[in-house]
């Protein structure tokens, strides 16, 4: 079999297994981030920012964030690699942004791709 035919098989793979996990996916970022302040820091965490920004930036304590980060690692939601934290998901595709409060400061802060 060629690369090119195993590149294509592999992305049509990648394309099902999207597509049959989107709810499964969906119904667990709900659990493991019940409130907005959760919602806000998790999308946050892309990667380009600290962790003390993001817990400056939503309004979140130390314990909160880190609970947030263990339990999301360990739900296959985020991974953390050489001290970075970054998110696998955006919540805009599964319509789970909260409004976001008013201030051009807050809003600046969550990057809503």
Known sequence: MSDTRV????ENI??????S????VGKLLER???SDNMRLAYQALDGSKTIEKVKKECSIGSN?????????CSMGLMEKSNGVVTR???????????ELPSGPEVKASVNRE
């Open 7 to 10: 590149e294509e098989l592999l």
């Open 14 to 19: 990648l394309v099902w297994t999207r597509a």
């Open 21 to 24: 996990s989107f709810d499964a």
């Open 32 to 34: 493991a981030l019940p």
């Open 64 to 72: 909160t964030i880190n609970a947030l980060i263990i339990r999301c």
């Open 88 to 98: 696998l998901f955006d919540l805009g595709d599964f319509d789970l942004l909260p």
